[in-house]
Every structure is written in structure tokens, then in C-alpha cells.
Nanobody, 118 residues
Framework: QVQLVESGGGLVQAGGSLRLSCAAS????????MEWYRQAPGKQRELVAA???????NYEDSVKGRFTISRDNAKNTVHLQMSSLKPEDTAVYYC????????????WGQGTQVTVSS
């Protein structure tokens, strides 16, 4: 059984910063992709940032230069450092990990609310 637990969400003023974390626990062989998604009210869930096991990163255009994804493989953890936050960044943020044991599955965190006030 694998669980992903997120932390670090909250309320921040525009221009501020937040750091999200997501830790995986349970039966874990290896973790390939670690990703952050977000879903704003009335909108589809979208990929915000991704990092491979080798450390390659990819970002959604609107967050480039403001968000940084990183991972700690020893702790099975992924972080999302968010700076220069804007009201349009308000959403529930979810982490997702692609974890291999005998087979490879994708697991989701429970989500953490990020609210940016103007």
C-alpha cells in the first residue's frame, strides 16, 4: 500500500511564496516521475510541473520562472517552491508519483489548497 501525503498549502498575498511538499510512504521500489497538478474551481486539472528520476524538469508556461520543482530521492519526497504568486494560482494542488514495484502505477495525493489573495 502506497500513500502520498501533501503539506504546505495555505493563504498568501499576491507576490508571496509557498513551498509544497509531498512524501510517499509504504511499499516503494522506485519512483520515476514526480508531478504537481492543480485544479481551480470550474476548471480541469492541469499539470504544473514534473521532474524525472534523472532530475529533468518541465513546467507549465504560466509558472515558468516562478515555480521550482525538486525531489529528494532518499526521502521519496517532491517539493514545489512557488514564488511571485498570483491570484490565478489559486487552486487545489495535487502531487502524483509514478511508482514501480512489481508493476508501475500512478498514485495521487489528497490535495492541498493554495489561495492567493489580491
Amino acid at each position: 500500500q502506497v500513500q502520498l501525503v501533501e503539506s504546505g498549502g495555505g493563504l498568501v498575498q499576491a507576490g508571496g511564496s509557498l513551498r509544497l511538499s509531498c512524501a510517499a510512504s509504504g511499499s516503494i521500489g522506485s519512483i520515476n516521475f514526480m508531478e504537481w497538478y492543480r485544479q481551480a474551481p470550474g476548471k480541469q486539472r492541469e499539470l504544473v510541473a514534473a521532474i524525472t528520476s534523472g532530475g529533468s524538469t518541465n513546467y507549465e508556461d504560466s509558472v515558468k520562472g516562478r515555480f521550482t520543482i525538486s525531489r529528494d530521492n532518499a526521502k521519496n519526497t517532491v517539493h514545489l517552491q512557488m514564488s511571485s504568486l498570483k491570484p490565478e494560482d489559486t487552486a487545489v494542488y495535487y502531487c502524483r508519483m509514478t511508482i514501480r514495484n512489481r508493476y508501475e502505477y500512478q498514485y495521487w495525493g489528497q490535495g492541498t489548497q493554495v489561495t492567493v489573495s489580491s
